[in-house]
């Protein structure tokens, strides 16, 4: 814990492994038997596979340990919790079940194979039947040649709307801070939900030497991350139950494994040589190979919008340095998902007053100026190497 007075850590370091009587260890295991919603559901009626069994659910199958980190069968059951465990129920996903334009409209993706944005049935010990996401719902999106990618955020995923909408309650001019998240987006943090951060990139965690936008969390070794994900868990649902700690080493092997599907860095250096060069003395102090990454920066130090950075709630008065294997295709840039590509946070018109660019908010997009003054030859060089990353 960086920050060990932050609301995140208070609560973690009072409830886990502490051996009081009201240790998250003590909560049930939650495996429940699940299915996927699938594509053909949606002919159906309004809802009806929100919360309807319509084959054998099955939960995970759980070994009784890994042979290591790198053990395939670990990974393999990373895989297949990443796209099945039920990781938060979701009772408002259900307006996105209301007909086969309904998951669009709240950028769900669909896919014959895999079924409706990662969403879940789960069966329950009492009987009862409960709508969930999965990590594929926020971590899982189509790539420029179709192909479903996990680690991908999810950039069209409005979770906000579905929950206003579930709740009745119309987003346009809504006071509910939930209105203002927008797609790619929401707070996970705040009760208030005044804290939206952009759904991160999953794919090149293993590089990373901090967890969270606000870095909240030091070391992204395996031990660190599964413990996030257990913990991830519980609170998002309502620290009731907790998940079999293979289910969530076994995510963090997986999701360490994700890294392999991104390009050499090589390729990107092979695009553009001169990008390269300029990459190297403008941008490589903060973001150094191999992870195209580094300690986080204070909030002074990077410039943009400082609210994730100062919150109660998970605040450390820095922001993570992002790798960036893989931005080129990562979509929304910067903490808060205001930059829609690479080539906007390169572009010097967003510091501009008359900007229309941002995807969130009005206005210019200041802060993150490294690179706003290279030459234009230069600005093109480097956007097409990261774009190659």
């Known amino acids: 814990m960086v920050s060990p007075a932050n609301a995140y850590s208070v609560l973690r370091l009072a409830r886990y492994a502490t051996g009081a009587a009201d240790d998250w260890s003590r909560l049930p295991l939650f495996n429940p038997p699940v299915e996927p919603i699938l594509t053909q559901e949606l002919d159906g009626p309004a809802g009806a596979s929100a919360t309807s069994l319509s084959g054998a659910p099955v939960a995970l199958p759980l070994p009784p340990d890994g042979a290591s980190l790198d053990d395939a069968a670990l990974v393999r059951l990373g895989e297949q919790a990443f796209a099945r465990y039920p990781t938060q129920f979701a009772p408002y996903m ?93 707070d996970v943090s705040s009760a208030a939900g005044t804290e939206p951060a952009r759904i991160p990139d999953l794919r090149p965690v293993r590089w990373l030497t901090h967890l969270h936008q606000d870095a909240t969390l030091r070391g992204a070794d395996p031990v660190t991350l599964a413990i996030r994900l257990e913990t991830l868990i519980i609170t998002a649902n309502n620290q009731t139950i907790r998940p079999p700690r293979i289910v969530t080493l076994a995510l963090a092997a997986y999701v360490r494994s994700l890294g392999d599907g991104l390009p050499d860095p090589k390729t990107a250096a092979v695009a553009s040589p001169a990008g390269a060069a300029v990459f190297a003395t403008t941008c490589a102090k903060c973001h150094a190979a191999p992870g195209f ?97």
């Open 293 to 389: 990454t580094g300690p986080p920066v204070a909030l002074a130090t990077v410039g943009t919008d400082p609210t994730l950075g100062r919150s109660i709630d998970r605040g450390t008065g820095t922001y993570r340095v992002p790798s960036l294997r893989g931005v080129g295709t990562r979509g929304p840039l910067l903490h808060d998902g205001t930059i829609p590509s690479v080539a906007a946070l390169f572009d010097p018109a967003r510091l501009s007053a008359g900007y229309s660019g941002r995807l969130h908010g009005t206005g210019p997009v200041r802060g993150h100026t490294y690179g706003l003054s290279l030459p234009a030859p230069d600005r093109r060089a480097l956007i097409a190497y990261l774009e190659h990353l």
């Open 94 to 186: 259900r307006v996105a079940l209301a007909s086969r334009q309904a998951p669009a409209r709240y950028g769900l993706w669909t896919d014959a194979a895999a079924g409706v944005g990662g969403l879940v049935r789960a069966r329950m010990p009492d009987g009862s039947v409960w709508l969930a996401v999965t990590c594929a719902t926020c971590h899982t999106a189509r790539a420029a040649d179709g192909r479903l990618v996990a680690g991908m955020p999810n950039a069209a995923l409005n979770v906000g709307r579905a929950i206003l909408d579930a709740e009745g309650v119309a987003a346009a001019g809504a006071s509910d801070p939930r209105a203002a998240w927008g797609p790619g987006r929401l």
